[in-house]
């Protein structure tokens, strides 16, 4: 059973330029969350999606970034003109739901951003 | 929100010794989760445990929700179990499956 997958690893993007990072849930799961971990600091929540639903955005930057997790396809985190303050290890998470044993997060190996 | 304290935020052990690290929170909790990051990054599910005791292998971990922390037990210790290990939690009352993650303890174990 395939875990989180995401892609790309490792990602590097000049100032002004868009970076979209993938994530596919384990299989099965229909929950996927994103988390950032900033250099020197914890892994900080950022949104929370269902299919075709934001379910949580609080954690979000309210400019230059967006998530989607479309009906079919992986869940997609946008950042819009990147600057150098993006640089960092960007984690999917994904759960079969809510409540009891669903609410375990499984996460994938993350996408270092890296904004030149 | 709700917060999470992990200590020590350092510990360096000699290969084969025992560790018990430790998980504040200040709320009730719905989730909480136990993580190993290694030293490429990935972080690694060692336990779903928001309350009760749970073993595998070396490590064990006990929560007492009603008190409000969490411990993880590391035992035999070995170069392998290098890395940062995180409490994250789930709050109940947040109406969303948020994880909120404390500091991390950076363990070293040397040989």
């Known amino acids: 059973n395939a875990g989180v997958m995401q892609n790309p690893r490792h990602l590097v993007r000049r100032r002004g330029q868009e970076a979209r990072l993938r994530c596919s849930p384990m299989k099965g799961h229909s929950h996927v969350y994103w988390y950032r971990q900033l250099p020197e600091e914890g892994l900080k929540f950022m949104v929370y999606l269902q299919k075709e639903n934001i379910i949580d955005e609080s954690g979000m930057p309210k400019e230059r970034f967006s998530a989607e997790f479309p009906k079919e396809g992986p869940s997609i985190l946008r950042i819009q003109q990147v600057v150098r303050g993006d640089s960092a290890a960007y984690f999917c998470a994904s759960s079969h739901g809510q409540g009891g044993l669903y609410n375990e997060q499984f996460f994938g190996p993350g996408t270092r951003l890296t904004v030149l | 929100g709700i917060q999470v304290e992990q200590s020590p935020p350092d510990l360096i052990l000699q290969e084969g010794a025992n560790s018990t690290l430790r998980c504040n929170f200040s709320d009730s909790v719905n989730n909480l989760q136990w993580f190993h990051q290694n030293p490429w990054g990935q972080l690694i599910n060692l336990f779903y445990?928001?309350?009760g005791t749970k073993q595998n292998g070396r490590l064990s971990a006990t929560t007492v929700a009603t008190e409000r922390y969490s411990l993880l037990y590391i035992s035999s210790s070995q170069t392998t179990d290098s890395g940062v290990y995180f409490c994250?939690?789930?709050?109940?009352?947040?109406?969303?499956?948020?994880?909120?993650f404390g500091k991390g303890t950076k363990l070293s174990v040397i040989p």
């Open positions: 445990i928001p309350s």
């Open positions: 994250a939690v789930g709050d109940s009352g947040a109406g969303s499956y948020q994880l909120t």
